[in-house]
T-cell receptor
């Protein structure tokens, strides 16, 4: 059964720092991997979708990489800002559902 | 604007009083799904639908019902809510009928409290 792990569970950084969030999964036979952002009281916002044939996907200051063979993905956030403070979740398909990690809660201080 | 819309956003109800949480998407997606999110347990799938009149159980379906009479709507029904159904609920949709090959879009969530 697919399991998704995100480490660390929480991260605090000063504004301007570059940072990396980690996501690992146990079954490397995945179609894709998706990164989401969750703000308190708000829904899940899709940030990036990486197909299994891709190694990287970029959107603005965000860059996500995927290494299927090692069962890992990273989300790189450049020049972090206080507005980046949120919980970041990764998810992979498992059957007909998305299997989510428990998230990394990021706090960026000004 | 492409979106998944859930209503209500917040709901407090009493044990046993039937309620419905609505979900609508405007992207003509085949696949729709409901998840609940609980502290320490993460997001878990309740029910999903691959098309109109095609629904199936997810990992935690007990106490819930769904229907898919129209492509755009996928309501979640709690016939007799209990306190253990207090949770944050999310509706999702995606183009791929299997729900796994394309990007998933989520609603803003419904915070349900059952007292």
């Amino acid at each position: 059964k697919q399991e998704v792990t995100q480490i660390p569970a929480a991260l605090s950084v000063p504004e301007g720092e570059n940072l990396v969030l980690n996501c690992s999964f146990t079954d490397s036979a995945i179609y894709n991997l998706q990164w989401f952002r969750q703000d308190p009281g708000k829904g899940l916002t899709s940030l990036l979708l990486i197909q299994s044939s891709q190694r990287e996907q970029t959107s603005g200051r965000l860059n996500a990489s995927l290494d299927k063979s090692s069962g890992r993905s990273t989300l790189y956030i450049a020049a972090s800002q206080p507005g980046d403070s949120a919980t970041y979740l990764c998810a992979v398909p498992g059957g007909t559902a998305l299997i989510f990690g428990k998230g990394t809660t990021l706090s960026v201080s000004s | 604007e492409a979106q998944v819309t859930q209503n209500p956003r917040y709901l407090i109800t009493v044990t046993g009083k039937k309620l419905t949480v609505t979900c609508s998407q405007n992207m003509n997606h085949e696949y729709m799904s409901w998840y609940r999110q609980d502290p320490g347990l993460g997001l878990r799938q309740i029910y999903y639908s691959m098309n109109v009149e095609v629904t199936d159980k997810g990992d935690v379906p007990e106490g819930y019902k769904v229907s898919r009479k129209e492509k755009r709507n996928f309501p979640l029904i709690l016939e007799s809510p209990s306190p253990n159904q207090t949770s944050l609920y999310f509706c999702a949709s995606s183009l791929d009928p299997q729900g796994v090959g394309t990007e998933a879009f989520f609603g803003q969530g419904t915070r349900l409290t059952v007292v």
